[in-house]
């Protein structure tokens, strides 16, 4: 599950119904708004990145929304990729191993040889 917010730019004067269609839409949750400077803070949910892309470019078509940009995400699926990556060791095995010759390791970080 993906959550992000979104910062809905307006003019003043369509504050109101801006602010009544996002809590209408089902794409969003209203949080927060000033109406003296045409800004709404909504939060979008989604399975996927797909999916907020798709509620995203629905609300910036909404009428009367100048910019809706996404501010914060919090991705589930990265977070547990960053999970595994502070699980794992930071220095891979082979190079721990004394019976591994050191000419037979490859390094393939450096590209400039490569091409």
């Known amino acids: 599950m993906n959550v992000s917010s979104i910062v809905i730019q307006c003019r003043q ?6 602010k009544e269609w996002c809590e209408q839409s089902e794409l969003c949750d209203y949080h927060f708004g000033d109406a003296s400077k045409g800004k709404i803070i909504v939060t979008i949910e989604g399975e ?5 892309i798709a509620k995203l470019t629905k609300i910036q078509q909404a009428p009367h929304v100048i910019a809706a ?4 995400s919090y991705q589930e699926e990265l977070d547990e990729e960053i999970k595994k990556l502070n699980a794992a060791d930071a220095v891979p095995a082979m190079l721990n191993d004394d019976t591994i010759d050191v000419k037979d ?3 393939n970080g450096d590209l400039k040889n490569k091409f």
């Open 13 to 18: 004067e369509y504050f109101d119904s801006v």
């Open 48 to 52: 996927g990145v797909e999916e907020e």
């Open 69 to 72: 940009d996404m501010m914060m």
């Open 105 to 107: 390791i490859v390094y």
